[in-house]
């Protein structure tokens, strides 16, 4: 195994090492990146809810979620994924056992992306279970005279799919439907159970979406959290300048991703403030926590087991973040979405956004 050149890097640390400085720009970063956080996060939700009942809303929430996947997927793979290899490679953790007997890195990275696909396999059966079972046979009317709450929760949904779909034909024929439906009869039977069934594909792909966001922002938190401890921890003044400014547009990218993914899912207004809250705060309160370690047990961040924590949750991280960026975001939308399989200018328009989302998160990678 080749030199690792400690001497050398210990003299360069010390060089740079001032607590009293370290502190006062942990302070200034808390600050700055709590601020870039909640611009990076609430963008795409603003952006998206002022396009809302708009006829380019649909497009332009598509636009979003797939430059959100380019940054998502960049994240994982140009900083999670290296930082996290390098971390279980350092010479302090590489020479001891068991560490260097396996390439451990790589093995907690796809038990990361297995652990996400189990989350998915096991909320998409429960969805179906409970999601299929959600409404009456659409001939129980006939026993119940249309009093039944599932029968009248069908129908309700039938009819406001049926009047979005009637709005471009003829009003005469929608004033029918309309009629019909308030009436708890007279619709035909097979296009009440299409239009049920369509109501009930769409409120499976919201629950989707929001389990994506949800399992992603799981994801994210764990890198944010790596990161904070890691900063508040440090005393090494030449490392900290620069990660300020870096990990500033870190966050505003980073929150644009998981902002566009909350922002398609429709959560409510209270559900989307807490998780945007969540995702704004806890970078910062990474530092804080770091800070607060490193006053009470002065523990060294360069440490092996410093690294190997380090390593370990970053490789989970970077797993998740894969899987989901791979199989939840792009493959979902490149492949499984009606409106971008139907109109090949909106096909492009969403590999560009995916591309644009990927280089700018890369970029970032030559400062943090």
Not at 187 to 198: Q, Y
Not at 259 to 271: E, L, V
Not at 343 to 357: D, F, I, P, Q
Request: charged share 15%; proline share 2%; net charge negative.
């Amino acid at each position: 195994m080749p030199a690792c050149g400690l001497a050398d890097a210990a003299a360069r640390a010390a060089a740079c090492r001032n607590s009293a400085a370290a502190s006062h720009l942990k302070l200034v970063s808390i600050f700055v990146i709590f601020i870039t956080s909640v611009v990076g996060i609430s963008s795409p939700v603003i952006l998206a809810r002022s396009f809302q009942g708009k006829p380019a809303y649909d497009k332009a929430l598509l636009v979003i979620k797939c430059f959100a996947a380019g940054v998502i997927l960049s994240t994982s793979l140009v900083h999670v994924m290296p930082d996290a290899f390098d971390a279980l490679a350092d010479c302090v953790v590489a020479t001891r056992h068991p560490w260097k007997d396996f390439p451990f890195a790589g093995l907690v990275t796809l038990i990361g992306a297995l652990l996400a696909l189990l989350v998915d396999l096991t909320a998409t059966s429960h969805a179906h279970l409970h999601g299929g079972g959600g409404y009456a046979p659409l001939d129980e009317h006939k026993h119940n005279h249309g009093h039944g709450k599932k029968v009248g929760e069908s129908r309700l949904m039938a009819y406001r799919v049926l009047e979005k779909e009637v709005q471009e034909e003829d009003e005469g024929e929608k004033t029918k439907v309309e009629m019909a439906v308030a009436n708890g009869g007279g619709v035909d039977e097979k296009v009440v159970a299409v239009v049920v069934g369509t109501a009930e594909e769409e409120e499976m792909v919201k629950m989707r979406q929001r389990l994506v966001s949800q399992v992603l922002e799981i994801g994210i938190i764990f890198h944010s959290v790596i990161i904070g401890v890691t900063m508040g921890m440090s005393q090494n003044t030449c490392t900290i300048k620069p990660l300020v400014a870096a990990l500033a547009f870190h966050q505003i990218f980073e929150g644009m991703g998981l902002g566009g993914c909350i922002a398609q899912a429709g959560f409510s207004f209270k559900t989307t403030a807490y998780m945007c809250f969540m995702f704004s705060v806890t970078t910062p309160a990474g530092i804080i926590l770091g800070m607060i370690v490193f006053a009470v047990t002065g523990y060294d961040d360069s440490s092996a087991n410093a690294l190997i924590l380090e390593g370990l949750l970053g490789s989970l991280s970077a797993g998740i973040l894969i899987y989901m960026a791979l199989v939840d975001l792009i493959s979902a939308d490149f492949f499984h979405n009606k409106m971008m399989n139907s109109e090949t200018k909106m096909k492009k328009a969403c590999y560009v956004a995916l591309t644009l989302g990927s280089a700018s998160m890369s970029i970032l990678a030559l400062w943090a």
